[in-house]
């Protein structure tokens, strides 16, 4: 029987909530939300690790933050596992590409992809002067090296004077053709056109935007610029100190006092994320043309969220929903679910994207891997759920925090200070109302806490004494017990 083909569409930052078919009341998402329609989407999927690197660890490899060991950001580790997703497919008879984002070390590392057209975005770490000249982004990285053919060799994506991590915005200086979203569509109808016709292919587009600089085409912008634009969700538990203190820094984590840069910031969000919904719709149209789209399985996931001012704060690594609940969508000419269209509540994770492409190719899924193939439940072949919980965690010095999360509601606990937070998501999506001090909450608080004490036992931070958490164990980018201690690396 003919393999079918698969492509994996992978966004950079986009929030859960940023689709039109997830009732998003001002982003405009035709062609993803055609997917939605046609497919299913997942409307309670999370990111267990909430930045870049510690995601794509649990998305290429389906194991846990504790498995894998990445639990914060941090650059120039190598990355070396024995299963990875595209090797599994490699091994399973399939050509795998992936054009874009990779994140990993060193930045040519295939991990088991037969090619790789790499763009990482702007990464400070590989832009050092002391880095090794073949790791430097400006030769290691083909859209770079190709901007500066194109373009000239002092061309860059900061040539619009925004930064990779903040909240400014502004229209693409350049040509629409030389925008990073629209190199990553370019370099992926090429692969079409010249895949072996005899190989099923996997095809992972890994479009870094919506992540900053908001910068896409002027005609984007000017879709958002006169529209009243819902504010962000600020709980009534929140204060504005830290907005007061780092408001008017270009790259805080709280995103601008400012009421207009912050208008501005949501303007430059959105027209990033309708410039990448139409560069995968150009994607989509070319499957069909080139007769690929019956034969074709389409899964579409982001790695984390964006904040984008909800409770005064930006960018992403917090237990937020802004942050870490993330869009999952399975569709294409080659996925037939029961019910097209459908929306599920089960709880799934990035963990969860590797096994359950291994069987949509029909491939062996690793006994290493630890998330679950979703693809039967999406088919509506079975009711049986993943699981009923998920542990997230982030370490990120004051603000380190570990949460569980289910359909209903999530825990919070901030291992530093030991601040907690309880929220009722089915009464409270917004995370609006704190309810850690409600009486009528104590026992499904223990309940949850005491989740998060099992899980937390035995971890190296030394988290849990006697049977409770333990506040300002030092924080911890990467478990010892995976890489070994730093001075070792």
């Known amino acids: 029987m003919k393999k079918k083909n698969i492509l994996l569409l992978m966004t950079d930052q986009l929030r859960g909530d940023c689709l039109g078919c997830a009732g998003h009341p001002d982003v405009k998402t035709p062609y993803l939300d ?26 290429h490899t389906g194991l846990t933050q504790e498995s894998h060991g990445r639990i914060g950001y941090a650059d120039g580790v190598r990355w070396d596992y024995p299963h990875t997703m595209a090797g599994e497919l490699t091994k399973a008879g399939y050509y795998t590409q992936c054009v874009g984002k990779m994140h990993v070390d060193p930045l040519r590392n295939y ?12 990464l400070h770490y590989y832009r050092d002067p002391s880095i090794a000249y073949r790791e430097n982004q400006k030769v290691a990285d083909d859209y770079f090296y190709w901007l500066q053919k194109e373009k000239g060799i002092g061309c860059d994506v900061t040539d619009t004077g925004m930064e990779c991590n903040s909240w400014l915005a502004r229209p693409w200086i350049y040509e629409e053709k030389y925008h990073p979203t629209n190199w990553v569509t370019d370099r992926c109808l090429d692969f079409l056109r010249r895949r072996d016709p005899d190989m099923p292919f996997f095809l992972m587009a890994s479009y870094l935007r919506p992540h900053p600089p908001f910068d896409a085409p002027q005609c984007y912008f000017d879709m958002y610029e006169n529209k009243k634009l819902t504010p962000p969700a600020v709980g009534d538990w929140c204060d504005d100190s830290a907005l007061k203190k780092k408001g008017r820094i270009f790259d805080s984590d709280t995103g601008p006092i400012d009421p207009e840069l912050l208008r501005q910031m949501q303007v430059g969000y959105y027209a990033c994320v309708t410039h990448l919904d139409h560069q995968i719709g150009r994607l989509l149209q070319a499957l069909i043309e080139n007769k690929l789209y019956d034969d074709t399985l389409i899964l579409f996931v982001s790695d984390h969220g ?8 930006f960018r992403k690594s917090r237990a937020y929903q802004g942050a870490s609940r993330i869009p999952f969508i399975v569709s294409g000419g080659a996925f037939h679910p029961e019910e097209p269209g459908s929306v599920l ?3 799934v994770e990035l963990r969860d994207v590797m096994p359950t492409l291994l069987e949509a190719a029909g491939a062996p899924i690793p006994d290493s891997v630890e998330g679950v193939s979703v693809l039967k439940r999406a088919l ?3 009711e049986e759920k993943a699981r009923a919980w998920i542990h997230g965690e982030h370490s990120q010095g004051e603000v380190s925090s570990h949460w569980i999360v289910t359909e209903t509601d999530k825990f919070i606990w901030y291992s530093q200070t030991g601040k907690e937070h309880y929220f009722r998501l089915d009464e409270d999506p917004k995370e609006l109302h704190d309810r850690i001090t409600d009486p009528s909450c104590a026992a499904r608080i223990e309940e949850l806490r005491a989740i998060l004490i099992r899980q937390l036992s035995g971890r190296e931070e030394g988290f849990v004494k006697d049977g409770r958490l333990v506040t300002g164990c030092e924080p911890k980018a990467l478990l010892e017990s995976v890489f070994g201690r730093a001075s070792d690396r």
């Open 380 to 382: 509506g072949q079975t």
């Open 111 to 122: 991990l088991g992809f037969c090619n790789v057209e790499l763009h990482d975005g702007y």
């Open 345 to 347: 509540t089960d709880l």
């Open 34 to 59: 055609t997917l939605a329609s046609k497919g299913v989407r997942f409307e309670n999927a999370y990111t267990a690790c909430p930045s870049c690197i510690p995601a794509r660890a649990a998305l």
């Open 306 to 313: 964006e904040l984008l001012g909800d409770h005064h704060l």
